[in-house]
C-alpha cells in the first residue's frame, strides 16, 4: 500500500450540503411491505437525500454552497486560495473539468490550480492525499478539498442492490500550510483495478458509448433490473472485498505508525451499508460508542461519506477538542483508504441543504 505522512499541514474546517427532497424507502413499492422493512432494517437505510433529475442541481452546486459558507465562517480572503481539487463522478459535463467552472463561480484568484479527480467512494481519502502533498511544501498556503457525488442518477429504480442505499452530497474541506499548528493526517492507499466490473456504469463513456441498447432495460438476479446507463453492482463481491480488505488495511497502517489504537476516539468507516460496517466495526473490535453512524437519514453518499459524518455527527466534538481518528473510504475501482488523523477547533458550519 501506499502511505502518506502528512506534515505541516492543517485541516481548519469542513461544511456539507444535501439536497432537500428526501427519498423514503418506505414508500418503496419494489417489495413487499414485510420484506421491505426487513431489507431495510439490514442495510440501515430508512431515507435519503436526492437531487432533481433533471439538471437544476448538480453536485458541484452543493458543494460550492458548502464551500461558500465554510470560506465566510473561515473569514478567508479568497485570493490566498491556489488549489482547488474536486473530486467527483458526476460532473456538469465531460468537459471542461468542473473545478474550472468551481473556481470562477466561487471567485477564487485566477493564479489558483483546480482540477478534477473521477474517484468515488474512496475519494476522500485520495483527494486529501492530493491537496495535501500540493500543499506540504508551503508554496501554496491554503487550498479547497471538494468531494461529491449526485449518485442517484445512476440508481435503477427496480434495483433493490442500489436503489435503496444511493445518496447524493457535496462537501468542502478547507486546508491550509501551517508548521506552528498542524494536523497529524496518516494515510493508506491501494487499488484493485482487477475488480472494475463489481462497480461499473457500463455504458455512456468513449469504450460503450451510448446507443439505443444502452436503454434498454434487463433481468438480473431476483429483485434487480436495469440498463447500461445505471450502476451495476455486485453486492457479494463489494462486500468480500470490504470485509477482507477494510480491516486488515486499518491493521497494516496502526502497524507502521505505531498508532495506539487505545487512544482512538472514534472510527469513521464509510457509510457504505449498516449490515457491511457492524461486520467491519466488529471485526475491528471498537464500541459502537465509538462508531458513529448517519447512513439511516442520508444512506451511501460515495466520497462525501466521511465528511458529511463529520459534520452530522461530530461538530459539537470536532469543534472543541483534540481528537485522534480513524477513518476510511472504499468502493468503486475497487479502491480503498484508510486513515488517521489527529485535529482540534475545527470550523464546521450547520448542515446545510440545497
Not at 138 to 144: D, S
Request: proline letters at 4%; one cysteine or more.
Amino acid at each position: 500500500m501506499a502511505f502518506f505522512d502528512i506534515r505541516n499541514i492543517r485541516i481548519a474546517g469542513l461544511s456539507a450540503c444535501v439536497p432537500n427532497t428526501i427519498n423514503d424507502n418506505r414508500d418503496s413499492s419494489l417489495l413487499p411491505k414485510e420484506e421491505l422493512d426487513k431489507y431495510i432494517e439490514t442495510i440501515g437505510v430508512v431515507r435519503k437525500h436526492w437531487v432533481r433529475h433533471d439538471g437544476s442541481v448538480c453536485t458541484s452546486d452543493l458543494c460550492i454552497k458548502a464551500a461558500t459558507k465554510l470560506l465566510d465562517e473561515l473569514q478567508w480572503n479568497k485570493e490566498e486560495i491556489e488549489a482547488l481539487v474536486f473530486v467527483c463522478q458526476t460532473p456538469d459535463y465531460k468537459m471542461p473539468a468542473t473545478a474550472c467552472i468551481i473556481q470562477d463561480r466561487l471567485g477564487l484568484p485566477t493564479s489558483c490550480m483546480a482540477f478534477d479527480i473521477n474517484l468515488g467512494c474512496s475519494g476522500f481519502m485520495y483527494g486529501l492525499s492530493v491537496i495535501s502533498s500540493l500543499l506540504s511544501s508551503g508554496n501554496i498556503k491554503k487550498g479547497l478539498l471538494l468531494v461529491g457525488n449526485t449518485q442517484s442518477y445512476y440508481a435503477s429504480p427496480e434495483d433493490k442492490s442500489y436503489y435503496f442505499i444511493a445518496g447524493d452530497a457535496g462537501s468542502a474541506i478547507a486546508v491550509e500550510y501551517n508548521q506552528e499548528n498542524p494536523s497529524l493526517i496518516q494515510l493508506s492507499l491501494k487499488t484493485m483495478g482487477n475488480g472494475k466490473d463489481f462497480l461499473i456504469v457500463p455504458d455512456g463513456g468513449y469504450r460503450n458509448p451510448v446507443s439505443p441498447s444502452s436503454f434498454e432495460m434487463r433481468d438480473f438476479e431476483d429483485g434487480v433490473r436495469r440498463n447500461n446507463l445505471h450502476l451495476h453492482m455486485n453486492g457479494m463481491e463489494v462486500f468480500s472485498f470490504a470485509i477482507s480488505n477494510v480491516p486488515k488495511a486499518f491493521k497494516e497502517l496502526i502497524t507502521y505508525f505505531n498508532i495506539e489504537k487505545a487512544n482512538i476516539d472514534y472510527l469513521l468507516l464509510h457509510q457504505a451499508n449498516k449490515f457491511l460496517c457492524e461486520k467491519i466495526r466488529k471485526k475491528m473490535g471498537f464500541d459502537i460508542e465509538k462508531t458513529p453512524y448517519n447512513i439511516q437519514e442520508f444512506g451511501n453518499t460515495s466520497g462525501t461519506s466521511v465528511p458529511l459524518l463529520m459534520v452530522t455527527n461530530m461538530h459539537k466534538q470536532l469543534s472543541e477538542r483534540k481528537l485522534n481518528i480513524l477513518f476510511t473510504g472504499f468502493g468503486v475501482g475497487l479502491s480503498l483508504g484508510v486513515g488517521y488523523m489527529k485535529i482540534e477547533n475545527l470550523i464546521i458550519p450547520e448542515l446545510l441543504y440545497y
